[in-house]
């Protein structure tokens, strides 16, 4: 039982360069996230997706798209990459009518 | 304001202490109350979840809600050092979807 896997776990981007952090979980959850954690500032949410066929903004949407591909499958892409994305990014699932987010092991982004 | 305080710390307690963590919250609906811990280099995992005012325990670890305060608080008895770890508060407000972090208290147990 893998949880939430997340790929790649680390990358090296140069401003400008575009990619997408992949996200799957195995657990037949609902709802699924895309957190950035950053020094000082704790886990803020860029977006989450409710059900399989929405997405809903968070705190820090800009310069990020979604997709839920499937009920599994939640993805963040970054078109253009910038210096202030450097972070670690975490998906998560969360148990239906519960309150426990799974998390992924977390993806290590630098922005050159 | 942010939706979710806490005091960064660090927090520094002798082995076999108590350690207490403290978290506002500004949302005065909100529903539910999470404690997560997170390693160094690793991903929040859940230790303690609290809905109802009051106290919750399980094991060395108790959950303190106070809704008329907005305020929740961590204590982690007899602390070992495998407890020195980052204690990331989380709040979801009113059943929603959406659930907010603080900053995280950093909690070093010195053997």
């Known amino acids: 039982n893998a949880g939430v896997t997340q790929t790649p776990k680390f990358q090296v981007l140069k401003t400008g360069q575009s990619m997408t952090l992949q996200c799957a979980q195995d657990?037949?959850?609902?709802?699924m996230y895309w957190y950035r954690q950053d020094p000082g500032m704790g886990l803020r949410l860029i977006y989450y997706?409710?059900?399989?066929?929405?997405?809903d903004k968070g705190e820090v949407p800009n310069g990020y798209n979604v997709s839920r591909l499937n009920k599994r499958e939640f993805s963040l892409r970054l078109e253009s990459a910038a210096p202030s994305q450097t972070s670690v990014y975490f998906c998560?699932?969360?148990?239906?009518?519960?309150?426990?987010?799974?998390f992924g092991e977390g993806s290590r982004l630098t922005v050159l | 304001q942010k939706e979710v305080e806490q005091n960064s710390g660090p927090l520094s307690v002798p082995e076999g202490a108590i350690a207490s963590l403290n978290c506002t919250y500004s949302?005065?609906?909100?529903?539910?109350f999470f404690w997560y811990r997170q390693y160094s280099g690793k991903s929040p995992e859940l230790i303690m979840s609290?809905?109802?005012?009051g106290d919750k325990e399980d094991g060395r670890f108790t959950a303190q809600l106070n809704k008329a305060s907005q305020y929740v608080s961590l204590l982690i008895r007899d602390s070992q050092p495998s407890d020195s770890a980052t204690y990331l508060c989380?709040?979801?407000?009113?059943?929603?979807?959406?659930?907010?972090f603080g900053t995280g208290t950093s909690l070093t147990v010195i053997p």
């Open positions: 998560a699932s969360l148990v239906h009518g519960g309150g426990e987010l799974f």
């Open positions: 657990m037949n959850h609902n709802s």
């Open positions: 997706s409710a059900s399989e066929g929405t997405t």
């Open positions: 949302d005065r609906g909100s529903q539910s």
């Open positions: 609290i809905y109802s005012n």
């Open positions: 989380a709040v979801n407000p009113k059943f929603g979807n959406q659930f907010y």
